[in-house]
């Protein structure tokens, strides 16, 4: 059986502009997939949290967190740009919500009225 090593990437952080490290295992978990950080020429390899973060507190792993490529302004305005994509996504179904809720109204209204017309006549 050969175990297979993935590699971890941190991830990167819009608002702040930098990269950060997160947990890649779930808490109290068992028998991950190992996986290795390329911060060193020697693969440091872990398959738990607690040895994830005693490898992050090492200095080299901050020095290369501190230096890793940054992404390009092209890569920030995408990213931007999808922001305000799902921001525009969310705005157009709370206005389609409203639209409906006052279509029904609209509806139940017309149809009260009409309601009202046939009895009286």
């Known amino acids: ?10 991830i ?21 997939t190992p996986q290795w950080c390329p911060c060193r020429p020697n693969k440091v390899s872990f ?10 507190a090492s200095l080299t792993h901050k020095e290369w967190l501190k230096y890793l490529d940054q992404p390009s302004p092209k890569d920030k305005e995408i990213r931007s740009l999808k922001k305000e994509i799902i921001k525009k996504d969310i705005e157009l179904v ?6 409906n809720k006052l279509k029904l109204y609209v509806e139940t209204d017309t149809y009260n009225l009409l309601q009202k017309q046939v009895i009286y006549k």
């Open 1 to 10: 059986m050969e175990i297979v090593l993935t590699q971890y990437n941190p």
């Open 12 to 32: 990167f952080d819009d608002d702040l502009d930098i990269y950060t490290d997160k947990l890649p295992f779930t808490p109290n978990s068992r028998y991950n």
């Open 47 to 56: 398959n738990t949290n607690t040895l994830f973060k005693k490898h992050i």
């Open 94 to 99: 709370r206005i389609m919500l409203k639209f």
